[in-house]
């Protein structure tokens, strides 16, 4: 696996996509020399029942956000397919499209104390690396315990990662819009114009 080309692989919902996931993606790739990094929109994610903006416009945001980045490619992977959809089912689609790259799934520590709630988790342990930011109010002896577990249980391979990247929340950012506030800082500038011109997120 490691004459692999190592691909990071970054998802979420991006209702918006802001400032923050690129900060993380960046930190990731730069602490495992990731040849890029993949961002992934969710089309129906398992948990969210409802997202502000539609899986194509918030596909087409992403693009807007990482088109100045040559590291960064958005990908259509999971809103293109129908139903709702398991990260492992878009894993095995990525590794037969890319039997050369060795994936990095780019999560939370947040999300890594919920890794044993995703569907068969097993075989995503098989199918991918995990690099682990930290995230505000989780603490370090719960992630120790995590790490313990999964390593044991599934034999995942997880690399920690200090991140250092703005706390920016997707929520704050729909409330600033919804009332006509800046989100300087927050919003790449293409995005915040595309929210605009689809009228996005008002109340």
Request: a neutral charge.
């Amino acid at each position: 696996m490691s004459s692999k080309t190592r691909v990071g692989l970054m998802g979420g919902s991006f209702d918006p996509i802001h400032l923050g996931h690129i900060a993380i993606a960046g930190e990731a790739r730069d602490a495992l020399q990731l040849s890029h990094v993949l961002f992934l929109p969710s089309g129906r994610p398992p948990h969210k029942a409802h997202l502000g903006a539609s899986p194509a416009q918030r596909l087409e945001m992403t693009r807007l956000a990482v088109e100045p980045l040559p590291w960064a490619q958005a990908s259509d992977v999971e809103v293109c397919r129908q139903g709702t959809i398991y990260t492992v089912d878009t894993l095995q689609i990525l590794s037969s499209q890319h039997p050369e790259a060795a994936f990095y799934y780019i999560i939370g520590a947040d999300t890594l104390l919920d890794l044993p709630n995703w569907r068969n988790t097993q075989k995503v342990c098989t199918l991918c690396r995990f690099i682990c930011l930290h995230r505000p109010g989780v603490a370090d002896e719960a992630i120790g315990t995590a790490l313990e577990d999964l390593r044991s249980r599934y034999g995942a391979q997880v690399h920690l990662v200090p991140a250092s990247g703005p706390d920016i929340s997707s929520t704050e950012i729909r409330r600033r819009v919804a009332r006509g506030q800046s989100t300087e800082g927050l919003l790449p500038g293409a995005v915040r114009a595309y929210i605009d011109r689809e009228n996005l997120y008002r109340l």
